[in-house]
């Protein structure tokens, strides 16, 4: 009586995720035994052997899939934004070895790409934006200056700043009426 009392101090759940085997002849000898020990103490599940009690549906909480889904695309697109960075930074610095700096023509289309799939981005992609402007003006100091002026640096970051935060501008307002036309076409 005492090793039927200790084996129905499983829980209900354990039971009932081993009530369909049992009933279909499959469980194990030591589950079966589980399982008719607890049965035989436990009206609720002795109801559901029965089949005169419903099984109850598990209050498991779902976790709500928009906000993984958000989460995961916020850290893709920081990601993207890194390499994007690396990318347009070693673009700068070779553009300085030739007779123009073209890839900056390339922050526009990574502004407007991440802005279009997440409208929250704006934070990163300035801090990526002046990251840039402090490069570029870093290496403009060291490439074509043989010495470092403060001046000569300043001005070179303000500049870089301005037009940096320029091209990213534009590239952010065609993300943002992408993304508005998108959803604006998904309500209609």
């Given at each position: ?52 009690e ?22 893709y ?67 074509l ?44």
């Open positions: 009586m005492k090793k039927l009392a200790e084996n129905a101090k499983i829980p209900c759940a354990v039971c009932r995720d081993l009530m369909p085997l049992v009933q279909d002849g499959i469980a194990s000898p030591e589950s079966e035994q589980l399982v008719r020990a607890h049965i035989a103490v436990c009206p609720a599940c002795q109801a559901l052997w029965q089949g005169t419903p099984p109850a549906a598990p209050e498991l909480q779902t976790p709500d899939d928009t906000k993984i889904l958000k989460r995961l695309r916020r850290r697109s920081i990601h993207l934004l890194l390499l994007a960075f690396v990318g347009i930074a070693v673009g700068i610095a070779l553009g300085y070895t030739g007779s123009a700096n073209w890839v900056i023509l390339f922050l526009p289309l990574v502004w407007s790409v991440l802005t279009y799939r997440d409208i929250g981005m704006g934070k990163p992609l300035l801090l990526f934006t002046l990251g840039l402007a402090v490069l570029d003006a870093i290496i403009k100091q060291m490439a200056l043989e010495s470092f002026a403060p001046g000569n640096f300043l001005a070179n970051l303000v500049s870089g700043c301005i037009l940096y935060v320029g091209l990213g501008g534009v590239g952010w307002l065609i993300g943002w009426l992408l993304h508005y036309a998108k959803e604006s076409t998904h309500e209609n």
